[in-house]
């Protein structure tokens, strides 16, 4: 039987999607940010049916999250969603129809000042890792290896207070294309 790494999906929108997915700040945080964007293909068209994680430290530099994000009901089983209160520093949310997406989330700290985003797509066949930085970091390790246009491709741009749009390009020239991340799994 082949699993979903094995073959072209996309089978997101079965299982993996959940209530609030996209919320992860707590309810009325006035720290709140939203990040939002369109995720586009090799030709620049909008990606309808991509699914996104967020993965980020707590404000205070944290990094142990809390349950919450797939709650279920105890009487009959059914996917709650988040409780409003916790901060979990996880987030999961699809894309629309036009390839947008949006998160509402905390700042992340300034030892750690990016999300890191994990995006699965029709045509992979392994999901890809990149990361949202809400501004360029001097002495960053990763950013400080990129040149400069590529550098480009992984800070958001502040659009106005506590708004960053930060769009994400699978494939394109240099220029355009997202830096994407390699994780290599130790042998033995």
Same mark, same amino acid.
């Given at each position: ?10 089978? +997101?929108? +079965? ?12 309810? /009325?945080?006035?720290? %709140? ?45 059914? @996917?709650?969603?988040?409780?409003? @209160?916790?901060? %979990? ?11 947008? +997406? ?27 890792? %990149? ?19 590529? #550098? ?11 708004? +960053? /749009?930060?769009?994400? #390009? ?19």
């Amino acid at each position: 039987m082949s699993t979903p790494s094995q073959t072209v999906g996309p089978f +997101y929108g +079965y299982a993996l999607p959940f209530a609030k997915g996209g919320e992860i700040a707590p309810a /009325g945080d006035p720290r %709140t940010i939203t990040v939002h964007g369109v995720v586009r293909d090799g030709n620049g068209s909008p990606v309808p049916d991509a699914l996104l994680e967020f993965w980020q430290s707590a404000p205070d530099g944290s990094r142990t999250g809390a349950p919450g994000s797939l709650r279920r009901d105890p009487a009959d089983g059914a @996917v709650l969603g988040r409780d409003g @209160v916790a901060f %979990t520093g996880f987030g999961r949310v699809a894309t629309d129809a036009d390839g947008r +997406y949006a998160v509402r989330t905390l700042p992340p700290p300034a030892d750690a000042p990016y999300l890191a985003v994990v995006l699965f797509a029709r045509g992979l066949l392994h999901h890809l890792h %990149t990361r949202a930085y809400l501004a360029d970091q001097e002495g960053d390790a990763l950013l400080a290896a990129l040149p400069e246009d590529r #550098r480009a491709t992984l800070i958001a741009r502040q659009e106005r207070e506590g708004v +960053y /749009g930060f769009d994400i #390009r699978i494939q394109g020239r240099a220029a355009e294309e997202t830096v994407f991340l390699e994780f290599h799994r130790p042998r033995g």
